[in-house]
Each structure stands twice: as C-alpha cells, then as structure tokens.
C-alpha cells in the first residue's frame, strides 16, 4: 500500500489492515527516519522506499533528479544517491518510478532502473512506461529489475496477467506460478 503514508504511525496502521508492504515516497526522502524506525519495528522486508525520477544532466553527466509530491516538486537530489541513503535508511526495496517514460507505453527506462540497481542490495521494482511483455522482460535482463511494475497493459486488457508471466517465463524469467 502506497499513498499518503506520512508516519509510522501510519505504517502501523496499514501492515495491522492486514497490508504485506508498504510504499513511502515522500515522507522517506523529508525524513528517512520514517523508514529507519519502521525497519526496525516491522522489518525492513516490509518498507518500500518509492523513488519517482526524472533524467537531468548534471556537471555534464547523466543523471536523475528525485521528485516529490506525486512527481510536482523537484529536489536537486540525484534519485542514484537517495535511492543508496534509503537502503542505510532500512528499506528493504526500491519502488523506482521513470517520470520520463511513465504513461509513455515506450518501455521502462533500462538506464536509471541499471544505475539505481547497481548501487544498492536490495530489491528494485522497476516502474513506469510498460507498453508490451516485451519491456518488463527487458527491464529484468537487461536492467536487473527483481520485480516490474505494469499497469495500462492489465488495465486496458490488452494482455492478462497469465500471458505475461508465460512470456517472462519463457524469457528465462524466474515468476510465481498460478496454484
């Protein structure tokens, strides 16, 4: 669960409605602690940090700056280096959102998702841009993602969650079988 979470308070409340993870964007980078004591109560397989990114050149090299506030407000940060302060911080995943390709349908941003997964341990969803099976299983060849965010594709039923999976599958991607 994701979305307006603001506390730990809040994070309580969520994984006690019976939530497995949740997802902290703002809140995390305006005060990381918020990940640290949640970590530490609940365990850092629980908390999501959520990165929304946009590409930025910065002293002639490719970058990406962290936005807040549902992608409005930008922070100077590099995504690459917050997403490495979260990790310290305790979250146990990163939820990496392209703003760039998110709603394009072109495919994630295979960059940013191998940057940001080449700097830290743990899990990286990669997120935003998915327009065919073909993009989430380049996002996990190519990328690294360990896991993939899609939503239009579903939404608009243009493939069901069992046809992706079979084509990730026979892609070599490891994914849960149905039961």
């Not at 992608?71 to 280096?81: C, E």
């Not at 490495?84 to 295979?110: C, F, P, W």
Request: hydrophobic share 45%.
């Amino acid at each position: 669960v994701g979305g307006g979470i603001r506390s730990v308070a809040d994070v309580d409340a969520i994984l006690h409605s019976g939530a497995d993870k949740v997802s902290i964007n703002t809140a995390a980078f305006e005060n990381p602690e918020i990940l640290s004591e949640s970590a530490r109560r609940f365990g850092s397989q629980c908390i999501v940090c959520a990165i929304d990114a946009r590409r930025r050149t910065l002293d002639g090299n490719l970058d990406f700056e962290v936005f807040l506030h549902g992608g409005r407000t930008a922070t100077g940060v590099s995504a690459l280096d917050w997403a490495v302060q979260a990790e310290r911080s305790g979250a146990g995943e990163i939820l990496l959102t392209s703003m760039d390709r998110d709603g394009t349908r072109a495919g994630y941003d295979l960059e940013l998702t191998r940057m940001v997964r080449e700097r830290v341990q743990i899990p990286v969803i990669a997120s935003g841009g998915v327009g065919e099976p073909d993009h989430l299983l380049r996002a996990a060849r190519e990328a690294g993602a360990d896991a993939l965010l899609a939503a239009s594709i579903f939404h608009f039923r243009e493939y069901s969650i069992a046809q992706v999976k079979e084509i990730l599958a026979l892609g070599g991607i490891l994914v849960r079988q149905e039961v």
